[in-house]
């Protein structure tokens, strides 16, 4: 990942605390080189609003945007809204709401700002990541085989568990 490269990949969250589920995105995003910043509506709100943020990063040339998302999903439902940008929402399991309701919101979200719901929690977060390489991947060639190889690993390691 070289210091020139604008991020590519932007991490919404509504509070310090879903870094501990959304931090697996990163670190997925991390193997592949593809740079990313987040942002935590918490600690923003006051000075930037979700719309002024998603528009920044959008001027910036972030291509893709993953969203934690809890309660009601309002995040998710608000960062899709103002884009036309992939927006991938990961279900965080708080303890203020349960994980599956969370869910459950998310994929009965309104027509009217799509994004694609992932997996409860760390899966959804890794998987969110994987599939953001998978779309930049469209477009850039070193992506699409650093995910052909990543892939051909996760199979062939498969494939040795139940082997064995």
């Given at each position: 990942?070289?210091?020139?490269?604008?991020?590519?990949?932007?991490?919404?969250?509504?509070?310090?605390?879903?870094?501990?589920?959304?931090?697996?995105?990163?670190?997925?995003?991390?193997?592949?080189?593809?740079?990313?910043?987040?942002?935590?509506?918490?600690?923003?709100?006051?000075?930037?609003?979700?719309?002024?943020?998603?528009?920044?990063?959008?001027?910036?040339?972030?291509?893709?945007?993953?969203?934690?998302?809890?309660?009601?999903?309002?995040?998710?439902?608000?960062?899709?809204?103002?884009?036309?940008?992939?927006?991938?929402?990961?279900?965080?399991?708080?303890?203020?709401s349960?994980?599956?309701?969370?869910?459950?919101?998310?994929?009965?979200?309104?027509?009217?700002?799509?994004?694609?719901?992932?997996?409860?929690?760390?899966?959804?977060?890794?998987?969110?990541?994987?599939?953001?390489?998978?779309?930049?991947?469209?477009?850039?060639?070193?992506?699409?085989?650093?995910?052909?190889?990543?892939?051909?690993?996760?199979?062939a390691?498969v494939?040795?568990?139940?082997l064995?």
């Amino acid at each position: 990942m070289g210091t020139t490269e604008p991020a590519l990949v932007a991490i919404f969250m509504g509070r310090q605390d879903d870094w501990e589920t959304l931090r697996h995105a990163a670190e997925a995003l991390d193997q592949f080189h593809v740079r990313w910043e987040r942002w935590i509506a918490a600690d923003r709100l006051a000075t930037e609003s979700v719309a002024e943020a998603v528009a920044r990063f959008v001027a910036a040339g972030i291509q893709s945007l993953i969203v934690g998302a809890a309660d009601d999903g309002e995040l998710a439902a608000a960062v899709a809204g103002c884009s036309a940008l992939p927006t991938l929402a990961v279900p965080l399991p708080r303890q203020t709401s349960g994980a599956l309701e969370t869910l459950l919101s998310l994929t009965q979200a309104a027509e009217r700002s799509p994004f694609t719901t992932l997996a409860i929690g760390r899966a959804g977060a890794t998987n969110a990541a994987l599939l953001v390489v998978a779309i930049l991947g469209n477009s850039r060639a070193e992506l699409r085989e650093s995910l052909r190889q990543f892939r051909a690993a996760q199979t062939a390691k498969v494939q040795k568990e139940t082997l064995a």
